[in-house]
């Protein structure tokens, strides 16, 4: 009877390998994709241990919960396994390291048995996975009472066979969930991390630009499933339902029917037509489709599975794919299906139509001269470019040029730089859009076509780098603009700020005493993790620094990006009032902003609310009142 | 100011002989000023023309210095104060809209036009399917009726105009540019083969000018023989009332109209979409009274907009929102109860002639871009604008 | 019903870009829902009208002309030859003359009867006939029914056009055939200058009755209660009221109070 769980623990394997190749026939439905295996493979210890333990150890119980349930499961099946051989079959010492993995195992099972009962947060799903204890206790229970009876002597008696087929029950259970259950996160999760879509990722780089997307494909952007490259698809399985990516979805927590989770798993069950039924939190305030029974259809419809409303009220603010501890790359998905409805089937949000095309004819969302970009600036006689040919700063003023409130932060920040005397000097009529919207909202046609005259013009002219005050600029211009030849560096208006003080060229007064809380954006934060100077410039200016709940990489979105403001997808709050209370929950007096879609957005919330100001403005004010 | 300008080049020009391969003048004669030599000014007819009615004292308008006062004018015995044109040099014709027989203030325009262009010795005449009253008035000397259709048929009435063009011959022929307007313009442009000078935005007695090229150049040009003018580019006649006298046209022939069915469907202001919307009025954040809201838009006949807030909570439809975000208007008038005035909120109202704001804080934006702003609570003015028109109403 | 669109090359209002005209954008879009519709754009180039097939559309005809022709012969001739039931174009054009002559002429070449200005498009109730809803001032429409064959113009009040879509373009056809040679353009018979454009402030609009000279003058000199910014603290609601109404009358917004009474 020695042998007799380690056949349980090879049969257990073969049914999930079996199980596993099932699904790996749905994955290569997808479309090719490279992939270096070699590396990925010897990185998959570093990526599991480091990168994804990274995320995970966020919730704290969760963390350990994990690290004991599948070390346990891992350490206690590798042991039950390797008694096939009769030197360690035969050792009764043996058997009680056996017994002692599968207690931990034990103990794991029932902590992740304590996550679910008697009541699950909101945020887990329910269905299969509010099983998953129930295996794991079996299987660990079992395979505890078989080792411990082994380890004291007692082959071959009916105590032991019951052990073992409470053992195999739990265990066969488990190996069975490899291709519809729970346990596939197991496997699609440690293959995805060998395949990972962006490698770079892993190597501490932040590898956040879209990738560029060949306009002479088939077919563009993802309609079904199997338009998603394989290891996409395998990603997708890998999602474990932990919800953290709902929980950090600002539309979700606005009431729009967008849920992260939801639309993983959405694609998930677009790829088989047996996938068991969805048991987690819905779309909020979804309207009703009714999705094709049939395996890889049309994703995006008010008849398919996915409403358009759920695509659209994304902001791509990349808080899902920050939390997601299998490294799901949400915002991929969700272009990529935006793309599709955009170029393939021209439906863009209803509103977008005249935007799209006044950035194809104009160059400019809003269809304004390019050479009222620089309205705002009126009197302060920016320097041009095109007049001297070089500079050291090239300030790319963006779309909040046009505003009349942000104008103010871009005056602030034209009179700073003056102050410190540096050499600067903007485009002008020549600047156009950066495109970001138009790729936001699956133009990628319109966003190539600005992307490449942009780089054309910034290559006529010397400048040592690029400062710009709108992240989603800075973004296009550091990281996606490369593949199109541009190069430069890039420099946010804080950091450079940061950087002038430093260097004794401003020096900023003190806002003695004035409560000032931070918000980061999101393609400053989180997209190029820049995080530190505009918080250094707020302590230099003496202003006394408190954080909201969420801040930093993890900070929420204000609901300006990703055209988000122009879908105006329905819910039951707006975004910003939401980031905006908890602001108010800090009882700062100053909302501190360094991005113009955030100051737009913020300055948008009615009633009584701290003041919006930018960086630069605070700065600014300081050194007006030290003057 | 009370002379009338000569346009000696003008003058010169209606003394052309025609017909000849020299250019050759007959500057005694005149034949076509019905008299021989110059014309003779009446200084007190002149002076009595431009009496104001009605004022206690004898006020004189000598803005509006009647133009055709100077030659020719003789005061009807019956109606001193009409201007009578007896043999008029020329005619300028104007083809109002006239929807329902009712003058627009676009056709009142016209008149006023067409006087510039008549000046002193010619004559305007309106060409008018069905009775108009009034036309002498706002500015006509002679009155030609078209034969009215039934229904709306523009080719059978281009053809009626390309008849009486003929017949009247007139130095010019003015249509507003609206729809209607601007299509039987256009249409009879092709009939006669003549040129049109189409959205005129400037006006004088010698020259005419429009915007072309998406607004990026003004032609300038004389005045062409067929012009639409714009509207709210030349002051309505307001001169003292012209005769109006009944001007005989030869009937026209009429064919069968291609268009066999037509009906008027009359705008909606609950339903007009605000982009096109003519008067608007919206509720902000300070309006808590949204059934008062409601009633006061149907009152006043105005399409109901909103600012985002209002949308926001669900008390008023999307479709309603005015702004950056929702419907930027091109509206003769907004009134806005209750609105702060927010920056993305004024983008949508930047194209609006008037804005009108009732709103209790003094220092909101809309209070400062408004022309006329009260500072009250919108929820005790709303009531006293419905109960004041439907006192007018009563009464 | 076999329709044609008739395409130009325009100006983007802001940039000058040469783009599709929205108007005509509009036009297809009405079009694409009616029937079986083709494109048919005459010109030195195809690439601005070609913008259409991002809109749906999947066949234009370009006929190929020299710079500076007149366009008119050369899409009078083709229309001939196509016979289509339905001609569709915008009612103005966006970056040249802007006369909207254009289909006035085609119409004429063609003796077909032409209605401007639809913003909506249907299909009669008896064979060969059209339901058009044309634009009228502020709002009110005139619901017209046609025998075809006809040309129609677009007003801006139209749906808005649908999206351009960079997958949709690459599915649609582009024909380039050699245009009828018509003399070159016709230089404007009216001789003009021209001169940068100058916006100049219109008119303030009064209601009617007001343009009499006393009430001028007195709008001229300020005595009247509401000339100009005119800010009124705290009136009583019956205050604010009559000054509101008062003031929507002299920019003739509102009916004055005595034509609200049916007239007699
Ligand atoms: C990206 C973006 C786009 C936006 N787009 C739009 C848009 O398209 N349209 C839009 O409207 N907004 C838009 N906003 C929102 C805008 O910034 C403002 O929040 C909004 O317009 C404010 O609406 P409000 O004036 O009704 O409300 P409030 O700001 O609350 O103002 C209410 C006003 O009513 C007055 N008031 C209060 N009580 C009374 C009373 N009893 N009687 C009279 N007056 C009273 C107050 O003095 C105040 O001035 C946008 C915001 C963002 C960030
Ligand atoms: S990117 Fe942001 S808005 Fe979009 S799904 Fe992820 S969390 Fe939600
Ligand atoms: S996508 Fe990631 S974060 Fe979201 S539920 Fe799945 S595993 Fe969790």
Redesign the interface.
């Known amino acids: 009877m020695t042998y007799a769980l380690p056949v349980l623990v090879f049969v257990m394997v073969a049914l999930a390998t079996a199980q596993a190749l099932r699904r790996a026939a749905w994955w290569r439905q997808g479309a090719a994709a490279e992939v270096a295996w070699g590396p990925g493979l010897l990185a998959l210890p570093r990526r599991y241990l480091v990168d994804v333990h990274h995320v995970v150890a966020r919730d704290a119980y969760a963390s350990r919960m994990h690290a004991v349930v599948a070390g346990g499961l891992i350490v206690a099946t590798v042991l039950a396994g390797l008694a096939i051989l009769p030197s360690l079959g035969g050792s009764r010492l043996y058997w009680a390291i056996v017994a002692l993995a599968f207690g931990v195992t034990a103990a794991g099972s029932l902590l992740v048995g304590a996550r679910r009962y008697p009541a699950k947060p909101r945020r887990l799903s329910g269905g299969r996975f509010q099983i998953l204890p129930f295996l794991l206790l079996a299987y660990a229970l079992g395979g505890l009472a078989g080792a411990l009876l082994l380890a004291l002597g007692a082959a071959s008696t009916p105590a032991l066979i019951a052990a073992l087929a409470l053992s195999g029950v739990g265990g066969l259970g488990l190996a069975y969930e490899v291709r519809r259950g729970p346990m596939r996160h197991a496997v699609a999760g440690a293959l995805h991390l060998v395949a990972h879509p962006r490698p770079g990722r892993f190597r501490s780089r932040l590898d956040t630009a879209l990738a560029p997307l060949d ?1 002479d494909a088939a ?2 952007g993802a309609e079904t499933p199997a338009d998603f490259t394989w290891n996409r698809l395998l990603s997708y399985d890998s999602c474990i339902q932990c919800g953290r990516c709902e929980t950090a979805c600002p539309a979700f927590a606005a009431g729009q029917p967008l849920n992260p989770k939801r639309l993983i798993q959405d694609l998930v069950a677009g790829m088989t037509a047996d996938e068991p039924p969805y048991a987690g939190s819905p779309y909020p305030n979804a309207r009703e489709v009714d999705p094709p029974a049939a395996p890889l259809a049309r994703l995006i419809g008010p008849d398919a599975r996915i409403h358009p409303d759920t695509l659209w009220a994304c902001t791509t603010c990349r808080a899902c794919v920050e939390e997601c501890p299998m490294m799901i790359e949400h915002v991929d998905a969700i272009v990529s299906l935006r793309r ?1 409805e ?7 949000p209803e509103k ?3 935007i ?3 950035l ?5 969302p809003g ?4 050479s009222a970009r620089t309205d705002f600036a009126a009197g302060l006689d920016l320097p041009v470019i095109s007049a001297r040919g070089e500079a050291d700063v090239l300030l790319w003023l963006g779309e909040g040029a046009y505003d009349l409130r942000y104008g103010r932060t871009l005056r602030a920040l034209v009179r700073l730089m003056r102050d410190a005397g540096v050499d600067f000097a903007v485009l002008g009529a020549e600047e156009r859009d950066t495109g970001d919207l138009a790729r936001r909202l699956g ?4 966003y190539q076509q600005l992307a490449r005259a942009n780089v054309e013009t910034l290559g006529r002219y010397r400048f040592g780098r690029i400062v710009t005050a709108d992240p989603h600029a800075l973004h296009a211009l550091r990281n996606e603009y490369r593949v199109f030849g541009g190069e430069w560096t890039v420099v946010h208006h804080t950091a450079l700020l940061l950087e002038l003080i430093e260097a004794g060229r401003l020096k900023p007064g003190v806002l003695g005493g004035l409560s000032v809380t931070y918000h980061d954006p999101c393609y400053l934060g989180r997209y190029n993790g820049e995080t530190e100077a505009p918080r250094k410039v707020l302590d230099l200016i003496g202003a006394s620094r408190v954080e909201m709940a969420r801040s930093g990489r993890r900070s929420m979105c204000c609901g300006g990006g990703g055209g988000a403001p122009i879908s105006d997808v329905a819910g039951d709050r707006r975004i910003p009032d939401i980031r905006m209370g908890q602001a108010i929950e800090t009882g700062a007096a100053v909302v501190a902003v360094a991005c113009p879609t955030c100051t737009a957005m913020l300055e948008g919330v009615t009633g009584v609310r701290p003041d919006v100001k930018d960086i630069a403005e605070l700065l600014l004010a300081s050194m007006e009142l030290g003057a | 100011m009370t002379r009338v300008r000569r346009d000696p080049r003008a003058d010169r020009r209606a003394a052309q002989i025609a017909s000849l391969d020299r250019p050759r003048f007959d500057l005694a004669g005149r034949a076509a000023d019905g008299g021989p030599g110059r014309p003779r000014r009446n200084p007190r007819t002149e002076f009595a023309a431009l009496r ?1 009615t ?2 206690a004292r004898p ?1 004189f ?1 000598r ?2 210095r009647g133009e055709g006062a100077v030659a020719q004018v003789v005061s009807a015995a019956s109606t001193p104060n009409v201007i009578v044109v007896d043999a008029p040099a020329f005619l300028v014709a104007v083809v109002p809209d006239a ?1 329902g027989g009712r003058l627009t ?1 676009h056709d ?2 016209l008149f006023g036009a067409a006087r510039t262009l008549a000046g002193a010795h010619g004559a305007v005449a309106a060409l008018v399917a069905g009775e108009i009253e009034g036309l002498g008035a706002i500015g006509a000397d002679r009155v030609a009726a078209l034969a009215s259709t039934q229904n ?1 048929a ?2 059978v009435t281009a053809a009626a105009l390309a008849s009486a063009f003929a017949a009247l011959s007139p130095r010019h022929l003015l249509f507003p540019e ?3 307007g ?2 039987l313009a ?2 009879l ?3 006669t083969g003549e ?5 005129v ?2 006006l004088s007695a010698t020259s005419v000018s429009r ?12 005045p ?1 023989r067929l012009m639409t003018l714009g ?6 006649y ?1 001169g003292p009332a012209r005769e109006g006298r009944s001007e005989p046209l030869p009937t026209a022939e009429v064919s069968a109209p ?12 609950a339903t ?2 605000l982009t ?4 608007v009025v919206s509720a902000g954040n300070g309006v808590t009274d949204i059934e008062a809201f409601r009633r006061l838009a149907e009152a ?4 109901p907009g909103a600012s985002r807030v209002l949308c926001d909570a669900g008390l008023m439809p999307r479709a309603s929102q005015v702004g950056a975000s929702g419907s930027v208007l091109t509206a ?2 907004y ?1 806005a109860l209750g609105v702060a005035g927010a920056p993305q909120h004024l983008q949508g109202v930047a194209g609006c ?2 804005v ?1 704001a ?1 709103n209790t804080d ?1 220092h909101a934006a809309m ?1 400062e871009r ?7 609570d919108a929820q ?2 709303m ?3 419905i ?3 439907e006192s ?2 009563a009464s | 019903m076999k329709i044609v669109v008739l395409l130009s090359a325009g ?7 040469p ?1 599709l005209p ?1 108007l005509e954008a509009q036009a297809l879009r009405l079009a694409l829902a009616l029937g079986e519709t083709t494109g048919l754009h005459a010109g030195p180039s195809a690439a601005p009208a070609a913008d259409a097939l ?3 559309l999947g066949l234009l005809t370009h006929l190929a002309t020299r710079e500076g022709d007149d366009p008119i012969p050369a899409l009078v001739a083709a229309l001939k030859a196509e016979t289509p039931d339905l001609v569709l174009a915008g009612r103005r054009g ?8 254009a289909p ?2 085609v ?2 070449a063609l003796g077909v ?5 639809a913003v909506a498009l249907a299909p009669g109730a008896a064979p060969g ?1 059209l339901v058009v ?15 075809l064959p ?1 040309l129609v113009t677009v ?1 801006p ?1 139209a749906p ?9 373009a690459r599915r649609g056809r582009v024909d380039t055939i050699w245009g009828v040679a018509g003399s070159a353009a016709e230089p ?13 402030p ?4 009064s209601a ?1 009755g007001t ?4 009430e ?2 007195a709008a001229a000199t300020g005595g009247m209660a ?1 000339s ?8 009583t ?2 205050e ?6 008062e ?2 009358r002299r ?5 004055p ?1 005595v034509a ?2 049916p007239a007699a």
Do not use: W
Not at chain 2, 211 to 222: E, P
Not at chain 2, 276 to 279: G, N, P, Q, R, Y
Not at chain 2, 300 to 303: E, F, I, M, N, V
Not at chain 3, 202 to 205: E, Q
């Open positions: 306009l077919r563009l599709n955009t170029m393939e089937f021209a439906r863009p977008a139509a005249d799209l095309s006044d194809r004819g104009a160059g400019e269809g304004r001269a390019l133009d990628e046609a319109t | 104001v009605g004022a006020r308008d803005q509006h929807p203030q009142r325009q709306y523009p080719d609206t729809p209607d601007g299509d256009r249409r442009a092709l009939l040129p049109l000078f189409p959205d935005e400037q915007a072309a090229r998406g607004k990026r150049v003004a032609q300038r040009a004389a062409a509207a709210d580019v030349v002051a309505p307001s291609a268009i066999t069915d037509a009906r008027r469907i009359p705008a909606d202001p007009t979409p096109v919307a003519d008067f006043l006949g105005a399409t003769t008038c009134l002639e008037h009108v009732v003094l209070i408004a022309g006329l702003a009260i500072v009250q005790l003015v009531p006293a604008l109960a004041a028109l007018e109403r | 100006a983007h209002p802001v940039s000058s870009a783009v929205r991002g809109h749906g966006q970056g040249g003359e802007e006369t909207g002559l006035y002429a119409a004429a009867t032409i209605v401007a200005d006939s809803e044309q634009a009228l001032p502020k709002g009110a429409r005139r619901r017209l029914v046609v025998r006809a007003h009040g808005a056009p649908g999206a351009y879509a960079y997958g949709v404007n018979p009216i001789a003009v200058e021209e001169r940068p454009y100058r916006p100049r219109k008119l303030m609009r009617p343009g009499s000279a006393a001028r003058l509401s100009g910014a005119n800010v009124l603290v705290q009136p609601p019956d604010a009221a009559r000054a509101i109404l003031h929507l920019i003739g917004v509102l009916a109070a609200n009474k």
